[in-house]
């Protein structure tokens, strides 16, 4: 994953992205409102700076893993496997990097306030998929890293599972209207759009839960995990975060130094509560 071959990612993902939004036309889960039209230009800019972070932290984490590679370092440098049992575990491991990040952004109180700037979008979309703080994208990187460089995952398994995240990513986030059995086939493997939705409800019980990047089975591993159908009605965005100037690209980028501080124990009473109660409906 050289710059050019980079930058043909970040192309594929642009098209990617235009794509998902004619979906979106198509078949929207809900109406447009005034707030798809506001997002677009901060939502933009926050993909364009987490393309070109991304970039940069690409370099050392490369860099490590053809090091670990050389010296047969790490789980799969170690032994013989097959090439696609090497690819196909490393991506697991790696999505499960992933799901430990998200559940730690959302528990540990000075990673929060970098998340909340992707949970405070107030209109979920294809374009809300890469709004990302720089800050989170760092803790993200070295929660890869060090699953990455444990197992000794191959630079080609990393650029592979870099660029199906980033694709499933717009998938999931996408304003799209599924037949509620696929939506519901597709989570028992991969994490579906109404099944990422429940994640961005205001109600932090619901907030607190479908973790999964890639995969759902992690959810459903670690008891994480709300059926896809609470996702087709949500309210989206969070408290405190809705004032204009808040949600432009500036007032994002700004907004992890002026407080969103929550608390996790609550988070976990809250939740236990909501699942009870849904559970005997």
Do not use: C
């Not at 959302?106 to 209109?123: C, G, I, N, Q």
């Not at 080609?156 to 209207?177: D, Q, T, V």
């Amino acid at each position: 994953m050289d710059f050019w071959s980079s930058l043909n990612g970040i192309a594929v993902l642009l098209v990617a992205m235009a794509a998902f939004s004619l979906i979106e036309a198509l078949i929207p889960l809900h109406r447009r409102t005034a707030w798809n039209n506001r997002h677009l230009l901060p939502n933009l800019t926050l993909t364009f700076i987490t393309f070109g972070t991304n970039m940069l932290m690409n370099i050392p984490m490369l860099a490590g893993l053809f090091w670990l590679q050389s010296m047969g370092w790490g789980l799969f440098n170690a032994y013989n496997f097959p090439p696609l049992v090497e690819i196909v575990g490393a991506i697991l491991v790696l999505d499960l990097a992933w799901y430990v990040t998200h559940i730690s952004l959302h528990r540990f109180t000075w990673m929060w306030p970098f998340h909340a700037v992707h949970h405070s979008d107030p209109a979920v979309d294809a374009t809300t998929a890469i709004r990302q703080h720089p800050g989170e994208g760092l803790i993200r990187y070295v929660y890869l890293a060090a699953f990455g460089f444990a197992v000794g995952a191959s630079p080609l398994a990393f650029a592979i599972y870099r660029i199906w995240s980033a694709a499933h990513g717009l998938f999931e986030h996408a304003n799209i209207r599924l037949p509620q059995w696929l939506d519901r086939a597709i989570t028992f493997v991969f994490a579906s759009p109404n099944m990422h939705k429940v994640h961005h409800s205001r109600d932090q019980a619901f907030t607190d839960r479908n973790y999964g990047n890639i995969f759902s089975i992690w959810d459903r591993a670690f008891a994480t995990f709300i059926p896809s159908r609470f996702g087709a009605n949500i309210e989206y965005g969070l408290a405190g975060y809705d004032a204009s100037e808040q949600q432009t690209a500036l007032g994002l980028l700004a907004s992890p130094f002026r407080g969103g501080v929550r608390n996790p124990e609550d988070a976990s009473v809250m939740a236990a509560q909501e699942l009870s109660r849904h559970a005997a409906e």
